[in-house]
């Protein structure tokens, strides 16, 4: 278990953690999702003990590991890091690779250490490379490059398994192939994953537990499904899945927009926190199109994108533009028309295969 108590960080007079606590199980995959310059890969590095914090504690199993004042290094942890940008050596061949850490890393099996060979194999098969343990990185795609990092990471079968956007350099086909590679490694190997992404996608098709920050500071955390459909801050429901934010009163259950006092709209399972600020935060997936003489509030359609099993919209209603989400089965509309545009009646909003 790791734990965090108000842990601070700061570089001269910029703040880049703002007393985070936070509290990591054993076995979980959780990902630090926030986007560029909100303190993730911070956070990151100090638990891979590459810096110390300016303030607050960390702990790993009940031992501290750092404060202010005290450091445990990188190398007497017993963690892996899979790197943004795979850090291979170029004169190393893929077993090397993997040789390095079980022979070097201290928290190694001495059994492992006695037959490097048979535990380099083990791994190597365990990511699908066994056929290339000769190759050298030069000779090796974007995705087997990646394999490597991630094979070197877990061949001493870390406690922790630290990863800093190791997907961003993949295209598209990669990264989804990778996604499985890595949630298989971990139900395989049952560490603990600390994953660091932008990549909203990724958080909630891979984690059990997602971190949300901003501005170096904890927004929320929960499961998937907990932060894409019950978010507590207005951040949260627009950075974790498109979010239009609506302005109104909340009043015995019902929400009535600033712009359209007219309208009563039931609650769709918003959490208190975002009722207090006067917000409706409404999901693409949310509202419901109808033609222009339907009830409703009236819109133009301004753009169009036909996306395989659903239709994305822009709609313009009283000069706010707001995206609108409709199976691929329903009326379809095209730019220019005029449409309606209602809340569909309150139910549990499925969380979006990314």
């Given at each position: 278990m790791i734990q965090l108590h108000n842990v601070t960080k700061q570089?001269?007079?910029f703040t880049a953690l703002h007393s985070v606590n936070l509290e990591l199980k054993r076995s979980e995959f959780t990902a630090i999702l926030g986007p560029s310059g909100c303190g993730k890969t911070t956070l990151l590095k100090l638990l891979a003990g590459f810096m110390k914090p300016s303030s607050g504690e960390i702990y790993m199993d009940g031992r501290l590991s750092a404060s202010k004042s005290e450091l445990i290094p990188?190398?007497?942890?017993?963690?892996?890091?899979?790197?943004?940008s795979f850090a291979l050596w170029p004169h190393m061949t893929v077993y090397d690779h993997v040789a390095f850490p079980i022979r070097h890393h201290r928290h190694t099996r001495e059994e492992w250490k006695q037959d490097i060979v048979a535990r380099a194999q083990h791994v190597l098969k365990l990511v699908g490379l066994e056929q290339l343990f000769d190759r050298?990185?030069?000779e090796l795609s974007g995705g087997q490059k990646q394999r490597v990092a991630l094979a070197r990471a877990i061949a001493p079968l870390p406690d922790i398994l630290l990863m800093d956007e190791p997907l961003s350099a993949l295209?598209?086909?990669?990264?989804m192939e990778m996604r499985n590679e890595i949630q298989r490694i971990h139900r395989e190997t049952q560490a603990s994953i600390i994953y660091?992404?932008?990549d909203q996608g990724e958080a909630l098709a891979m984690a059990d537990?997602?971190?949300?920050m901003n501005g170096g500071k904890i927004e929320q955390i929960g499961s998937p499904e907990e932060v894409y459909t019950k978010p507590e801050t207005a951040f949260v429901a627009s950075f974790v899945g498109k979010c239009n934010m609506i302005k109104g009163k909340w009043d015995n259950g019902q929400f009535c927009p600033e712009a359209f006092p007219w309208?009563?709209?039931?609650d769709i399972g918003i959490t208190d926190s975002l009722k207090k600020e006067g917000l409706c935060p409404v999901r693409p997936e949310q509202w419901q199109l109808a033609g222009g003489s339907a009830e409703g509030l009236k819109g133009t359609v301004l753009s169009v994108q036909y996306q395989g099993k659903e239709v994305h919209y822009s709609v313009e209603v009283d000069n706010e533009i707001w995206i609108v989400h409709q199976p691929i089965f329903a009326r379809r509309f095209q730019i220019g028309d005029t449409v309606s545009v209602s809340v569909k009646a309150a139910k549990r909003i499925e969380v979006p295969v990314f």
């Open positions: 570089y001269g007079p990188p190398e007497k942890r017993n963690i892996g890091m899979v790197f943004q050298y990185p030069s295209d598209v086909e990669l990264r660091v992404t932008h537990k997602i971190v949300v309208e009563s709209w039931p």
